[in-house]
């Protein structure tokens, strides 16, 4: 063969490798029984108690069907421009119709509405037991010198923290009293366990469901003016297109639900454990609660 057809034939032939290998590497992110394709599955999570829980449940149980699985920590924001974008594929925390209305009325149409899974999800603003007399939100009125003007809450970007400031505190003639002072979930419960431990006066922004009420002496504040929100939807999204690259994990999270006690057993099992430690806490919840697993998850 001369030598210019030989070398025309090798550079056409490697040509080819390349684009094949270019058409693999496009095909990665998606789900399991589709031949050499990767099946990698980025998962969103914002740092709330039952986020954390069901987001490292399904972590374990996803990889033990095969998958690639990375859990990406962000405020609520980043989470759905994330999933608007792609960059994140599924996230399992999404409350509605109120605490990320702004969020999800800003990218629902990049979005899918993968279902809901838990239908008591609450805003609440609570106080120490101790605290006998203050059993309502009209009853903070008058009383800023004894919170130190101050309501605690969770990290600035959560539609819990827009709901306190925007709507409980002026509803309640609360402004120019109180300040929500916002930073972090961890810090509003080292704030909160240490002002029980000296049994001092505290209030501070939470939510059902969360382990707090069963560790904490805490009592949620009655709200007659509806300025926390009715009890909402916690929903499952997953980003544009979801559902056709992953339909096996889209039928598992169309099955998905899990009841106060359950919840309520994940999130302690998870937050007993170390830090650093939450996925093997989920995977000994799901090895203890097999019955549970069966209901939305092919068994191994």
Aim: hydrophobic fraction near 40%.
């Amino acid at each position: 063969m001369p030598k210019k057809r030989w070398t025309r034939r090798l550079v056409a032939c490697l040509a080819m490798l390349a684009a094949l290998v270019l058409v693999a590497a496009g095909c990665g992110g998606r789900e399991a029984g589709t031949g050499q394709q990767a099946k990698r599955i980025n998962i969103g999570y914002i740092a709330w108690d039952e986020a954390i829980a069901v987001s490292n449940l399904y972590k374990v149980l996803l990889q033990r069907q095969g998958y690639q699985v990375q859990l990406t920590e962000l405020e609520a924001g980043p989470t759905y421009a994330g999933l608007a974008r792609g960059n994140i594929d599924l996230f399992m925390d999404a409350w509605l119709p109120q605490t990320h209305a702004d969020y999800w009325n800003q990218y629902r149409g990049q979005l899918e509405d993968l279902g809901v899974w838990y239908d008591q999800a609450t805003l609440n603003i609570a106080v120490p037991k101790y605290l006998t007399d203050v059993n309502s939100l009209q009853d903070l009125r008058g009383r800023g010198a004894e919170f130190h003007g101050t309501i605690t809450g969770i990290d600035p970007g959560a539609g819990l923290s827009r709901v306190t400031r925007d709507q409980m505190i002026p509803q309640y003639g609360l402004a120019g009293e109180y300040t929500l002072q916002t930073s972090s979930t961890t810090a509003m419960l080292a704030s909160l366990e240490r002002a029980i431990n000296e049994r001092q006066p505290i209030v501070v922004t939470l939510w059902h469901p969360h382990w707090a009420y069963a560790k904490y002496p805490i009592k949620d504040l009655a709200d007659p003016r509806g300025a926390m929100g009715a009890a909402e939807q916690i929903h499952a999204a997953g980003r544009e297109g979801f559902s056709a690259d992953f339909p096996d994990v889209t039928g598992m999270v169309h099955k998905f639900r899990l009841n106060d006690q359950q919840l309520a057993s994940l999130e302690n099992e998870i937050n007993s454990a170390p830090k650093g430690q939450e996925e093997a806490a989920a995977q000994r919840w799901a090895d203890a609660n097999p019955q549970v697993i069966a209901t939305f998850a092919p068994t191994r």
